[in-house]
Nanobody
Framework: HVQLVESGGGPAQAGGSLRLSCTAS???????????LGWFRQAPGKEREGVAV??????TYAESARGRFVISRDNAKNTVYLEMNSLKLEDSAMYYC????????????????WGQGTQVTVS
């Protein structure tokens, strides 16, 4: 059973930076490296939206994240990161890490496993 555990959220000032981490259990390095990992976020009253996704071939960013956020992964540690820079008030949300076994797109319906989320609050 795959478990994803996010960390790194918290309060941040507008214009500041945060780095989120997500570690997957129950995966070997070889298996983890083949999967798509992504970051999504959900603000109160809104739907969960894609922020950035990455597999061995592609990396895709939402328009709101492009140029400010960077997704990266350390396959040896089964970990994916989201470096968030130039934070804005509208970046405040619960951020979720997701894993997709097949499609690597900014579509939450394509992701099979989710973490519990980490809250980011920008003020």
């Amino acid at each position: 059973h795959v478990q994803l555990v996010e960390s790194g959220g918290g309060p941040a000032q507008a214009g500041g930076s945060l780095r989120l981490s997500c570690t997957a259990s129950e995966y070997t390095f070889r298996t983890f490296s083949k999967h798509c990992l992504g970051w999504f976020r959900q603000a109160p009253g809104k739907e969960r939206e894609g922020v950035a996704v990455s597999d061995t071939v592609t990396t895709t960013y939402a328009e709101s994240a492009r140029g400010r956020f960077v997704i990266s992964r350390d396959n040896a540690k089964n970990t994916v990161y989201l470096e968030m820079n130039s934070l804005k008030l509208e970046d405040s949300a619960m951020y979720y890490c997701g894993l997709s076994g097949r499609y690597c797109v900014l579509d939450r319906g394509r992701f099979n496993y989710w973490g519990q989320g980490t809250q980011v609050t920008v003020s």
